[in-house]
């Protein structure tokens, strides 16, 4: 059972900071997925949690305690890595056991402990095996199992199934989710894939360049993005963005003949003020022509997905994606016309990225 507090922790190599004022607090019993593109400091955030990297400065609690420089062992967090690296010259249940060993467990409770373990991961008629005769998934259950062994507090999980293929991905999402529903130990989740993000998430950090964006249920982070990179990591495809002028009468010119209004909730800058505008391809939908308040959208290919189709083409003379679940045969250079609801029109600030919101003040984050 633990707490995980995180004051203004920043980190440096050398001159050079990777992260800037960190402050997180999560929950007892949370699942918190950290999610942000390679090279933003989530792995070091994590080694900083595990105590495998010094802090540089401020402090990380775990049940209001400061563990700054507590050893990685007093911590009570177990890691599990993308490269799980099980010994391969042990079986699995020595691999499992290993952690016990050394902690100079009998060799009957460990037995015991390591079948309970197997058994709860689907591994029990494997225990004999080496990892070398092993599926992928059924290795990244081992180092699970190994993690668990230690009833850890925390579990600390680094990219665990970034090296799996598509469809054991998403089996062992499912594991990975019902095995803490079970257990309740809080569980911090690093991936740079938004999808799996989404779907383990109670509570969804997202970061860029050494800072937290945003912090939300994956539904606040989809629905109100704080910013511009928030809207455009999450969601897939990307939402589409346009570079805006504010008109008079409160709507946006996208260009010459293109402009789009904005929800009532937004009090939308002074006319002449520039700012990037955004929709997501899901959102849009294919209305008759002449329809009132319909856009013009110039069809370029289309992507067949089975359950739906992508449709790429231009609209106010940039590259847009439209995401539809079913219409009659498109053509390439076909015009189409598209309704783009008012409130899925998000305006965020042309400089900083932030979206802009009521007051036409920046949404914080
Ligand atoms: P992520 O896990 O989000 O991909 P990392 O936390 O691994 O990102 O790295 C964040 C940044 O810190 C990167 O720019 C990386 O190059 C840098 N970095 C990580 N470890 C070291 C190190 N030991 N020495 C110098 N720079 C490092
Ligand atoms: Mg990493």
Redesign the pocket.
């Known amino acids: 059972m633990a707490d995980i507090t995180i004051r203004s922790v920043t980190k440096s190599?050398?001159k050079?900071q990777?992260l800037h004022g960190i402050d997180l607090a999560m929950k007892n019993g949370s699942f918190v997925v950290i999610l942000?593109?390679?090279?933003?400091?989530?792995?070091?955030?994590l080694r900083m949690i595990a105590g495998l990297e010094d802090i540089s400065s401020g402090e990380i609690l775990i049940n209001d305690k400061v563990v700054n420089n507590l050893e990685p062992r007093e911590r009570g967090c177990a890691m599990v890595f993308q490269n799980y690296a099980l010994y391969p010259h042990m079986t699995v249940a020595e691999n499992i056991g290993y952690g016990l060993k050394v902690a100079g467990v009998p060799k009957a409770v460990r037995r015991e402990r390591v079948e309970k373990i197997a058994a709860s991961l689907g591994l029990a008629n494997f225990l004999d095996r080496r990892p070398s005769a092993l599926s992928g998934g059924q290795r990244q259950r081992v180092a699970m199992g190994r993690a668990m062994i230690r009833e850890p507090k925390v579990f600390l999980f680094?990219e665990p199934l970034s090296n799996l293929d598509a469809m054991l991905r998403v089996q062992m999402r499912v594991e990975i989710r019902k095995l803490h529903q079970r257990l309740k130990a809080t569980s911090i989740f690093?991936t740079?894939d938004q999808v799996e993000a989404m779907t383990l998430a109670d509570m969804l950090v997202v970061?860029n360049n050494?800072r937290v964006e945003q912090v939300g249920t994956p539904a606040e982070i989809y629905h109100q993005p704080a910013s511009r990179f928030v809207g455009s990591f999450i969601g897939s495809p990307p939402m589409n963005f346009f570079e805006g002028k504010v008109l008079s009468g409160g709507k946006i010119g996208l260009d010459d003949t293109t402009a789009l209004t904005i929800t009532a909730d937004v009090a939308v800058p002074t006319p002449g003020t520039p700012v990037s505008v955004g929709f997501r391809p899901e959102e849009v939908e294919i209305v008759p022509h002449g329809q009132a308040g319909a856009h013009t959208f110039t069809v370029d290919m289309v992507e067949e997905l089975g359950s739906g189709r992508l449709v790429h083409g231009t609209f106010a003379g940039v590259n847009t994606i439209l995401s539809i679940t079913s219409h009659g045969e498109l053509q390439q250079g076909q015009q189409i016309s598209i309704r783009i609801p008012v409130e899925s029109v998000y305006l965020f600030d042309a400089e900083t990225g932030l979206r802009l919101g009521k007051n036409s003040a920046a949404v914080a984050a």
Do not use: E
């Open positions: 190599y050398g050079i990777t942000g593109p390679s090279g933003c400091g989530k792995s070091t955030l680094d690093v740079h970061m050494g």
